[in-house]
C-alpha cells in the first residue's frame, strides 16, 4: 500500500514544523519525491547512511522494528494528536532514528492509523 501525501497535507505538516529544520528537511524530499512516503523514506535513509535493502515496504519494516517504542504512551498517544516537533524528539531520543528519517516513520504511523499499528503489541503484551 503506498502512502502518498498531497501538497496540502505536507504543507501542513511544514507549519506544524516550523522550528524543526531536520523534519522540514525530510518534508522538502517528501514533496521531491511527489509526496510519496515510501520513496522519500529510502532517499532520506540513504542520505543518513543507511543502505536500505528492499524497495517496497522498507518504511513499513523500519516503523515495525521500533514499534515497542513508537508504541509506549508517551509517543502513541502524540501520534494520535497529529505530528509534532516533541513527538518527533521523543521519538529520536529513545531511538536509534535520525530526526530525518523519525518525520517519515512517525507520518507512516499515522497515516496507518496509530491504533491499528500499535495492536498487535497491545493484544500481546496487554
Not at 28 to 44: F, H, K, P, Q, R
Not at 90 to 108: E, G, H, M, S, Y
Request: charged share 25%; aromatic share 6%; with cysteine.
Amino acid at each position: 500500500m503506498a502512502i502518498i501525501l498531497t501538497p496540502e497535507e505536507i504543507d501542513f505538516y511544514r507549519t506544524e514544523l516550523t522550528d524543526y529544520p531536520e523534519a522540514l528537511a525530510a518534508l522538502a524530499v517528501l514533496a521531491d519525491c511527489e509526496g510519496d512516503l515510501e520513496d522519500a523514506a529510502i532517499t532520506l535513509a540513504i542520505q543518513v547512511g543507511q543502505e536500505p535493502d528492499i524497495s517496497t515496504a522498507w518504511i513499513d519494516g523500519l516503523a515495525k522494528r521500533w514499534r515497542h517504542i513508537i508504541c509506549h504512551a508517551d509517543i502513541r498517544d502524540g501520534l494520535e494528536d497529529g505530528l509534532s516537533g516533541e513527538v518527533l524528539t521523543l521519538l529520536k531520543a529513545n531511538t536509534q532514528l535520525p530526526l530525518r528519517l523519525a518525520t517519515p516513520v512517525a507520518i507512516f504511523v499515522i497515516k496507518t492509523g496509530v491504533e491499528s499499528f500499535c495492536k498487535p503489541l497491545i493484544e500481546k503484551f496487554g
